[in-house]
């Protein structure tokens, strides 16, 4: 098996791997570090937690120690805390050569950030949208001699979702020079490889890691079949039993909404369990400070929407819960693969009602994984069921009585503008929308009725007719 050095690396960034635990190359880095080093676009698809940051980490900081200036490289990741953790790996693994990084993401002080970015930081780490408002408001920096542009979990970048990156894409793009390397990382890029290679045109070197199956070994995948009622009560058994036989196991629940990730997280306080949430209704100081103290240990339990899905590592997680099924395959894979990583054991357990199991399906089929049941003590679970139903309803209305839904509100009003509409107009256009809608629904409803009304007439005439 090659070692850093024969793959290319200077002795000095050898050094630094050894002392952050990274001796032998994983075959994503084996594979993919040679043609990025020889000044190849590469695209890399590997599964969760086997080292994807590092195979783009370390070539850029190779290269630039030997050409050092900035902005020598922009890296554009989709969520806030992962760009977050990018940036760390580059400022850890550059230290020796004074590598000096900047992080551009929304619901952070911009004028600060225009600063940073006007001093020529080496590495740009940037979630989409709010680089591309530096770019269309400022004109302090510029990225026209960047020689690395990397896009880490590329196909969540180049999806058309709720969150759309790419109108903010083209943006950046276009400030960018045509001659530069791109590399695209991913554990499911296979999907978008014909978007992905409209930004990677420089025969891109691709490399897929070769395995049956598209979830790590070492995942004990479960799932507990439960109707929607005793879900929570599963949850706090599940959580309940995790807790009184390992100590030091972190575990992470996923959800399917902000308010569902809200009321879990208050009702799992309510059990005494130390738990902290993470969702995009949080405030980006909120979200940090509570992803902190979750990595520290000081809460064992976050509980989160989707936001927190890709590319955390989080080497203490055991326990991915998907409190939600999810509806697509690939948000499964990321989600369990916050746990069992860089050759670590972990459990993933799916909770699904009877409406999911056809999604289940869809899972194994893609995964090429069967998920087995995981034996729960039902008694144990009944036992609690309405203690935990009672508690989840108070919750639910004490948060009615705050300003949660209203918050909702204001940050949607907030997107909106932010994607220059005009939000009262807009409230309007959904109102006479819905109008029509439901005069349509009307009218469509008053023709059935006519048409009933008609057809029992009609029977009557037939019925008369036959008794004459
Ligand atoms: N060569 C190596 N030897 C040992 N550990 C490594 C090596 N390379 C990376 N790691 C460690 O493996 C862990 C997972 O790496 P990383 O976060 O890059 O995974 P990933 O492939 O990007 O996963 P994801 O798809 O979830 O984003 C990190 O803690 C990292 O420090
Ligand atoms: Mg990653």
Known sequence: MADFSSLGL??????????LGINKPTPVQENCMPPILEGRDCMGCAKTGSGKTAAFVLPVVQKLSEDPYGIFCLVLTPTRSLAYQIAEQFRVLGKPLGLRDCIIVGGMDMVSQALELSNQP???VATPGRLADHIRSSDTFSMSKIQFLILDEADRLLEQGCTDFTKDLETILATLPAKRQTLLFSAT??????????????KPFFWESKSETRTVEE??????????????????????????????????????????????????????????????????????????????????????????????????????INHNTPGLPKIYIHRVGRTARAGRNGVSITLVTQYDIHLV??????????????PVEEKEVLKILTQVNVTRREIEIKLESTDFDEKKEINKRKQLILEGKDPDLEAKRKAELEKIRSQKKKQKHGQLKKKLIKRKQLKKKKAAQATA
């Open 10 to 19: 200077s002795d000095w960034l050898v050094k630094q791997c050894k002392q």
């Open 122 to 124: 080496h590495v740009v």
């Open 189 to 202: 890029l296979t999907d978008t490889l014909h978007e992905l290679k409209n930004i990677a045109m420089n």
């Open 219 to 320: 995942l004990d995948q479960r799932y507990i079949l439960t109707p929607e009622k005793v879900k929570d009560a599963y949850l706090v058994h599940l959580i309940q039993t995790f807790t009184d036989e390992h100590d030091d196991w972190s575990i992470i629940i996923f959800t399917n909404t902000c308010k569902d990730c809200q009321v879990l997280t208050m009702m799992l306080r309510e059990f005494n369990f130390p738990t902290i949430s993470l969702h995009s209704m949080m405030k980006q100081k909120q979200r940090f400070a509570n992803l902190a103290k979750f990595k520290a240990s000081v809460f064992k339990i976050l509980v989160a929407t989707d936001v927190a899905a890709r590319g955390l590592d989080i080497p203490t997680v055991q326990v991915v």
């Open 361 to 374: 399906h869809s899972i194994e089929g893609q995964i090429q994984t069967k998920l087995k049941e995981y």
